[in-house]
């Protein structure tokens, strides 16, 4: 245990880690700028669906850190508040959602 404590081979775990973590939740926060920026309505779709179950909570997290702003007020500032744009501040809000929900009763 000591000798695993210490070792590179945990640097390199920790290091590992954190790129699979952080990096891909990093670049979706920046493609989700990207096409909330540019209006394009069907990138901003692709990755709230596509990412909408696996890291959502991450990707808002590190849009914040960069942008100094939550995605939903981005998304309300360039887009506006229409049906849409409560559609997809809906889907990014589930996996905040699902984690406070109390599934004994299902």
Known sequence: NRVLANSNYKKALIAYLELITILPAQCFAERFHQSISTKDRNALTYFTIARSELD????????????????????KKKLGKGDYEKLMQEILALDVNLNERNFENV
């Open 56 to 75: 959502t909570i991450d990707i808002k997290q590190c849009f914040r850190n960069k942008y100094n702003t939550t995605i939903d007020e981005f998304i």
